[in-house]
C-alpha cells in the first residue's frame, strides 16, 4: 500500500516570501501521478499543481512549483511570492497509475499561515 | 476544473435517523466517484469507491451496511448514513474521476457535506 507522509504540522511565512513544504511517498509503483491540493477555510478541495511520475520536468503553475525527485520519493510544493489568499491547509496526494489506481492516498497536511 | 456540487452542504438530525447525501458531477459522466471522511483538522479518509452500475467497493473498515451507495447514473452519487450515531459527525467529502487518453488522470471535489448528528 502506498503512504504518503508530510512532516510539517504547520508552517508560516510572511508575505511575498517564499516556502517550501515538503513531501515524502513510498510506491513499489513506476508510474503514477502526485498533487499538492490546498483546503482553504472554505473546505473545498482545489488543486494545486500536479506532476506524472513519467515526466522528468518539475510541474510549474504561476507562483507554485515542484521538486519532484523520484528516486527519492520526494515531492516538495514551493510557493513564491506568498500572498494571504495562500493561507490553507494543504495536502499532497498520490494517485496510482493502474489498476485500483484511481484512488487518492492523501498526507496528513500542513497548515500554512501566511503572515503580514 | 470540472464542477461536482453536493447537497445539502450541511444538515443535522436526530441519533438513529437516516441521512442522504447527494453528489452530482455536472460537467461529465463519471463512472467513478469517491466518498471521503474529514474529521475536523485531519487528513481525508477514503470510505469507498461508487462504480456506476455496480457494487460499491468499501475501504477496510467502513460499515456497508451502515454507509450505503448509490450510483445509478453517470452523474449522480448517493450516501446514504443509516441509523445515523453522533460518532457520524463529519464532513464528508465526494469526488469524481477522470481519466484522459493522454494519461491525465485527476479527480474533482464536492463542497462537502457537514453531518451533525444529535
Known amino acids: 500500500a502506498q503512504t504518503v507522509t508530510q512532516s510539517q504540522p504547520e508552517m508560516s511565512v510572511q508575505e511575498a516570501e517564499t516556502v517550501t513544504l515538503s513531501c515524502t511517498y513510498d510506491?513499489?509503483?513506476?508510474?503514477?501521478?502526485l498533487f499538492w491540493y490546498k483546503q482553504p477555510p472554505s473546505r473545498q478541495m482545489i488543486l494545486v499543481i500536479r506532476?506524472?511520475?513519467?515526466?522528468?520536468q518539475n510541474a510549474t503553475e504561476n507562483r507554485f512549483s515542484v521538486n519532484f525527485q523520484k528516486a527519492a520519493k520526494s515531492f516538495s510544493l514551493k510557493i513564491s511570492d506568498s500572498q494571504l489568499g495562500d493561507t490553507a491547509m494543504y495536502f499532497c496526494?498520490?494517485?496510482?497509475?493502474?489498476?485500483?489506481?484511481?484512488?487518492?492516498?492523501f498526507g496528513t497536511g500542513t497548515r500554512l499561515q501566511v503572515t503580514l | 476544473g470540472a464542477v461536482v456540487s453536493q447537497h445539502p452542504s450541511w444538515v443535522i438530525c436526530k441519533s438513529g435517523t437516516s441521512v442522504k447525501i447527494e453528489c452530482r458531477s455536472l460537467?461529465?459522466?463519471?463512472?467513478?466517484m469517491f466518498w471521503y471522511r474529514q474529521f475536523p483538522k485531519q487528513s481525508l479518509m477514503l470510505m469507498a469507491t461508487?462504480?456506476?452500475?455496480?457494487?460499491?467497493?468499501?475501504e477496510q473498515g467502513v460499515e456497508k451496511d451502515k454507509f450505503l451507495i448509490n450510483h445509478a447514473s453517470l452523474t449522480l452519487s448517493t450516501l446514504t448514513v443509516t441509523s445515523a450515531h453522533p460518532e457520524d459527525s463529519s464532513f464528508y467529502i465526494c469526488?469524481?474521476?477522470?481519466?484522459?487518453?493522454?494519461?491525465?488522470?485527476?479527480?474533482?471535489f464536492g463542497p462537502g457535506t457537514r453531518l451533525t448528528v444529535l
Open positions: 496526494a498520490f494517485m496510482g497509475g493502474a489498476g485500483t489506481a484511481s484512488k487518492l492516498t
Open positions: 510506491t513499489s509503483e513506476n508510474n503514477y501521478y
Open positions: 506532476q506524472e511520475a513519467y515526466k522528468q
Open positions: 460537467d461529465f459522466q463519471a463512472t467513478t
Open positions: 461508487s462504480n456506476e452500475g455496480s457494487k460499491a467497493t468499501y
Open positions: 469526488s469524481s474521476f477522470r481519466a484522459s487518453g493522454m494519461g491525465y488522470n485527476e479527480q474533482f
